[in-house]
């Protein structure tokens, strides 16, 4: 381990009880995706942390009613940060799991997923000398698809030469692929009618929601990591009417574009089977896969980084789920994902942090970030 690693690890072992506060802050601003006044109390609670420890309160972003975070560093953008600050958890979640730190574990609603990668990129960023060429931004929809932000982030990932996602990590290791995802809500009419006296001068639209579901399931290909699933489905008004109308939804997630165009030029190709139904799909490819290619080098310095550190030898891997760093890779961006903290149970009760891995896990993102800065523009 060089010594500008061991101070700088140093520096951030020290600053752990006041992570962890600055956690608590976070966790307590409640901040469920479907509130946005909630998730700009919780943005201006981000922009005190990045005041108080860079001294640089973060700009207010204003995009379609959600507030999210931006800091700038110097006229450029050259490294792109991207977290966000929502998370899944229902306003008042925290009265019955408050935040709590037991022995080497923090938890409570949104720690994991993922506001410790906010604290840990924000304490990161204040051991790097000079910060010119960065920019980090703490969205308030990712929860949701990214509906404000998406148009944000791939402007500021177009002119940047790597962007890295503060998304908490797979098991501890980063995340070097992620699967694409198209999302579809199909909707179906058909004509009602007594299910006892005439059920045959109906048009049942639950029947043909039967035959469309199945047909897009028959879409997956396993071979190729592709998945398709039909996932909430409503149908009928009535228990004797033949079923009038009839709605489901359909998740997605591939690795490749490829699949990604194949599917969904098959799923809007779809017809009716049913006489007298009709259908209508709404909806597409919501994120583009983050393919490993786009990570590569990044990884390879993140692994040269943690050795300088003294750390074990790195992991990537590729998930299912999806993050603003598929929308960075998407417009060519080098994209480095799963920098954030260290724990487990995303979106589930409990989820949790690993204490004693917060200052390693930042002191490897500085140390990336560093590195990029000192490599002479593109």
């Known amino acids: 381990m060089d010594d500008t690693s061991m101070d700088r690890l140093s520096e951030l072992r020290s600053r752990t009880p006041a992570m962890l506060e600055h956690l608590r802050a976070l966790v307590e601003a409640e901040s469920p995706s479907d509130d946005p006044a909630a998730t700009a109390s919780c943005a201006s609670e981000v922009s005190a942390i990045a005041s108080a420890v860079l001294g640089a309160p973060g700009e207010p972003t204003p995009v379609d009613g959600r507030t999210h975070v931006l800091l700038r560093f110097g006229g450029s953008c050259r490294v792109l940060i991207v977290g966000h600050l929502d998370t899944v958890w229902p306003a008042g979640t925290l009265g019955r799991w408050p935040f709590t730190v037991s022995g080497d574990r923090a938890s409570g609603p949104g720690a994991f997923d993922m506001k410790a990668g906010i604290v840990q990129g924000i304490h990161a960023l204040s051991t790097i000398g000079d910060l010119d060429g960065v920019t980090a931004l703490f969205t308030a929809d990712e929860e949701i698809g990214s509906p404000t932000s998406t148009q944000l982030i791939r402007d500021l990932a177009s002119g ?219």
């Open 160 to 378: 940047a030469e790597a962007a890295l996602i503060l998304e908490p990590a797979a098991g501890g290791a980063l995340k070097t692929g992620r699967k694409g995802v198209s999302m579809y809500s199909v909707e179906i009419a058909g004509r009602a009618a007594h299910a006892g006296l005439e059920p045959e001068k109906g048009a049942s639209a639950l029947i043909e929601l039967a035959h469309q579901v199945l047909a897009m399931e028959a879409l997956a290909d396993p071979t190729q990591g592709t998945t398709v699933t039909p996932t909430t489905a409503t149908a009928g008004t009535a228990m004797n009417v033949v079923p009038a109308g009839a709605r489901f939804s359909v998740d997605v997630r591939m690795l490749s574009a490829a699949e990604q165009t194949r599917v969904d030029g098959a799923i809007k190709a779809l017809r009716p089977g049913v006489a007298g139904t009709t259908i209508t799909i709404e909806g597409g490819p919501n994120r583009g896969p983050m393919e490993p290619a786009s990570s590569a080098e990044l990884f390879a310095l993140a692994t040269e980084i943690a050795g300088e550190l003294g750390f074990a030898s790195l992991a990537g891997t590729t998930v299912g789920g999806a993050s603003d760093g598929n929308f960075t890779a998407s417009v060519g961006c080098p994209t480095l994902d799963g920098l954030g903290a260290v724990g487990d149970g995303a979106h589930a009760e409990g989820e949790h942090v690993v204490v004693s891995e917060m200052a390693p896990r930042a002191a490897l993102f500085a140390g990336i970030v560093e590195a990029l800065l000192r490599r002479p523009p593109r």
